[in-house]
């Protein structure tokens, strides 16, 4: 898993619970990495889990409500520091729809060797979307807060529900979005 992950979930532990808090996380969880994470390094997916597991305990809450929290910061951190993608992009289906032809694909490019969950999406209506998502990795709560975060970055509001989803390749969910309100075109 690449080393911006747990940057960025340090960055969000940071705002939740204080410096010194997530030093006290990372010097009492047994992390192969010791805890040390560089962006542009790659690091397993169990120290990402035993984070969230430590962190989601010092604040209070489960690993499931960290993980949607950390979805929503991820989106919004890439919203702001990936902005090009967002352009021609009036709605989150719009948006939602190009993760895997456009956004998943320029990841690539940058970093050949990352290993991206897939997503396969179609318009069921104007108002209404399918995402199927699928990973190795046990992250749908971390996707349903992009989801999240990218309904509320277009101004909309919806009703989303999940199914989960379990094939060789991995498992994930489907998420079945129903825009209930819409900016004005």
């Known amino acids: 898993m690449k080393g911006v992950v747990f940057v960025e979930l340090l960055s969000l532990a940071d705002s939740l619970i204080g410096e010194d808090a997530v030093d006290d996380v990372l010097n009492s969880t047994k ?31 489960t690993p499931e409500n960290l993980q949607t929290n950390f979805g929503k910061w991820i989106f919004r951190r890439f919203a702001q520091t990936h902005f090009t993608f967002m352009e021609g992009k009036t709605t989150a289906f719009q948006m939602l729809d190009s993760i ?60 989303i529900s999940r199914s989960p989803l379990s094939t060789a390749e991995g498992s994930g969910a489907t998420f079945t979005i129903r825009l209930t309100t819409q900016l004005a075109a």
């Open 31 to 61: 992390l192969a990495s010791g805890g040390a994470y560089s962006a542009v390094g790659n690091y397993p997916c169990r120290e990402l889990m035993a984070l969230l597991d430590a962190l989601s305990h010092h604040a209070g809450t």
């Open 100 to 159: 895997e032809g456009e956004v998943h694909v320029e990841v690539r490019k940058l970093y050949p060797d990352a290993e991206l969950p897939t997503f396969a999406t179609r318009y069921l209506s104007a108002q209404s979307f399918e995402m199927v998502y699928l990973s190795e990795r046990p992250l749908v709560d971390f996707c349903q807060g992009m989801i999240e975060a990218c309904i509320e970055h277009f101004g909309e509001t919806a009703f």
